[in-house]
């Protein structure tokens, strides 16, 4: 069902909420079938006869953060998640958005965990480099359920790389290094960059720095297309093999 018929389903609903999420002081009274229209995680835990919240009644999330469980129940009743602009550049918001975001891929809510994700995204390129961006990275790179992130801060570090090894952020890099929160698509990211570099430094720009990337694909085809031509050989020689011991079982026979 589209989220956006969320609002209407629920109004043609006649009975009262049938199931409570509760978190901290907080208690949710909400529909099973609408709640299990947004997270298989939540409709197998309310689901009767399987967990024992679907025999009580109750969903109690005690370890997770009371205001993300808010916002996430306001999202499975089609209430979007956006941070205003008065509050886009503070760092409480950026923390809500890192709360959003592990609830929402934690519970298996992957429109809900887009937006947070989104929100980071936008805050931290506004903070980038100040105390505050240091302290969330941080945060997100030691925490956990924070993996879907770590692309995010890669490319804004992969951007402005030559900075990002001076001395001064040397450390800063060194701990995201030690902790494996680099991938291979970051390393890619600089090499990237140092190659566009190399060729605005010359005059050539971005065209031809594009073309290089076009030229190194079709290497990249030409070579799988070779792959193929020596496996389509291989195939062959089989089906040839395959022959040749049919006739001898056949002629033994």
Known sequence: MPTRDIR?????ISEEPDITISCGEDNHKVH???????????AAMCRRGTFIEGETGVINLRDDDPEAVNIMVQHIYDEPYKISPQKKEDESSARLSLQVYAI??????????????????????MAMCTDSWVRIVEEIWEGDGYSGLYPAIEKLIAGD??????DEWRPFIDKGMRLGRFSTDFLRGIVEKKDFDAYEGEG?????????KFEDLEKKIDGLEY?????EHAVKGLENTIKDLDHTI???K
Not at 227 to 231: A, C, D, G, K, R
């Open 8 to 12: 209407s389903f629920a109004s043609r």
């Open 32 to 42: 099973r079938a609408i709640i299990s229209l947004k997270s298989e995680v939540l």
């Open 104 to 125: 929402a891929d934690k519970y298996m809510i992957e429109p809900l965990a887009v937006s947070a994700r989104n929100e980071f995204k936008s805050w931290a390129a």
């Open 161 to 166: 790389i030559d900075y990002m090894l001076g």
């Open 204 to 212: 050539e720009g971005e065209a031809l720095f594009e073309m290089r």
């Open 227 to 231: 792959t193929v031509s020596n496996l």
């Open 250 to 252: 056949k002629s033994q």
